[in-house]
């Protein structure tokens, strides 16, 4: 039962939690809300193709299904191209492979010091 729950991921039925969120978590809820909104905004300098593009990258290297599948199609809807939305995976996976070095450093320099925190 548990294994199917952890293995079945998310679903779009899952947004009926939403409103429980918000019950449970008024203040947070709707402070989480006005920021998404103003990201989401479409009347700022940086162009809504390009927002939707971002906001994909992220999706991808954060490994949301739900936010993968709407903000491909919210890209689409603003003009993105199938080559654009292909080059975004790129982008995402180049960023956070980029991640990885850097924590790598990190490594190498923890190695070096030989020291744990504990």
């Known amino acids: 039962m ?5 293995m ?11 409103s429980k969120l918000q019950e449970n978590a008024r203040t947070e809820f709707e402070a989480f809300d006005a920021f998404h909104s103003a990201a989401q905004r479409s009347d700022g300098l940086i162009p809504s193709k390009y927002r939707e593009l971002i ?3 992220v999706a991808l290297t954060t ?5 993968i599948e709407n903000h491909s199609v919210r890209a689409k809807q603003a003009g993105a ?9 790129f982008v995402g996976a ?20 030989g020291q744990a925190l504990t």
């Open 8 to 18: 079945s991921g998310l679903d779009v039925s899952d947004f009926s939690y939403l």
């Open 63 to 67: 490994q949301c299904p739900l936010c």
């Open 55 to 57: 906001a994909l990258a």
């Open 94 to 113: 180049a960023v956070r492979a980029g991640g990885t070095v850097a924590h790598g450093l990190l490594a190498l320099r923890s190695f070096e010091k």
């Open 81 to 89: 191209s199938k080559e654009e939305i292909s080059e975004t995976v």
């Open 2 to 6: 548990l294994g199917d729950l952890i």
